[in-house]
């Protein structure tokens, strides 16, 4: 029988960092917005924001890091609950 061939697993994780322009989500122009009793703590959201912009707490409930979070909704398409809503900056609702 032939031996399968190894490969090595290569991935990028990315962290908030502060850009030469100051924190990244001073340009933001939707801001996710998070229903705790909406959320299941799946961690969809923690595991696909690009941003690394979503904290996972301590008992899996999770936070959103708006210095850094840039609004691209991919938290709120990922949510199985719809626990995150897109909101757009500067309306209270
Ligand atoms: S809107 Fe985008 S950058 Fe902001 S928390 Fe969600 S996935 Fe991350
Ligand atoms: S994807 Fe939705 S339900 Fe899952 S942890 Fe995030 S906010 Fe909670």
């Known amino acids: 029988?032939?031996?399968?061939?190894?490969?090595?697993?290569?991935?990028?994780?990315?962290?908030?960092?502060?850009?030469?322009?100051?924190?990244?989500?001073?340009?933001?122009?939707?801001?996710p917005v998070l229903d705790e009793s909406k959320c299941v703590k799946c961690l969809r959201c923690w595991i696909y924001c690009p941003e690394g912009s979503i904290k996972r707490k301590k008992d899996d409930s999770v936070e959103i890091n708006y210095d850094y979070c840039k609004g691209c909704g991919v938290c709120a398409?990922?949510?199985?609950?719809?626990?995150?809503?897109?909101?757009?900056?500067?309306?209270?609702?």
């Open 1 to 31: 029988m032939k031996k399968s061939k190894k490969y090595d697993i290569i991935s990028s994780i990315s962290y908030p960092k502060e850009g030469a322009m100051g924190k990244t989500g001073s340009w933001r122009v939707f801001r």
């Open 77 to 93: 398409n990922q949510c199985p609950t719809k626990a995150i809503k897109m909101k757009r900056e500067g309306k209270k609702k």
